[in-house]
């Protein structure tokens, strides 16, 4: 049974730093694609970053040169670091795994998810 978790969300003001863990078990984590969206209320889940297995990764416009996406499968986890957050980041934060080829944007495309960590930034 493969179970996602994640961990490292809070409350911070703008322009600090957080990072997000996903701890992965159930199956052979080097093989997964892997992803960050979040949810702020009232709105859609939106994609934020995803990792393929040979470490390729893709982010969305809004978080690019602040967020880094990495992985570390010694230990079955990815990692989001988010640096210079904004208001706007504020949201929760699910972590999500694929095991295919190829990177995704797409929520459907995943399979698994976490329970998802609260991020607030506040101004």
């Known amino acids: 049974q493969v179970q996602l978790v994640e961990s490292g969300g809070g409350l911070v003001q703008a322009g600090e730093t957080l990072r997000l863990s996903c701890a992965v078990s159930?199956?052979?984590?080097?093989?997964?694609?892997l992803g960050w969206f979040r949810q702020a209320p009232g709105q859609d889940r939106e994609f934020v970053a995803a990792?393929?297995?040979?470490?390729?990764?893709n982010y969305a416009g809004s978080v690019k040169g602040r967020f880094t996406i990495s992985r570390d499968n010694a230990k079955n986890t990815m990692y989001l670091q988010m640096n210079s957050l904004k208001t706007e980041d504020t949201a929760v934060y699910s972590c999500?795994?694929?095991?295919?080829?190829?990177?995704?944007?797409?929520?459907?495309?995943?399979?698994?998810w976490g329970q998802g960590t609260q991020v607030s930034v506040s101004s």
């Open positions: 999500a795994a694929r095991w295919d080829t190829f990177l995704s944007w797409t929520p459907t495309d995943y399979s698994y």
């Open positions: 159930g199956r052979t984590f080097s093989g997964s694609s």
């Open positions: 990792i393929g297995w040979n470490g390729v990764t």
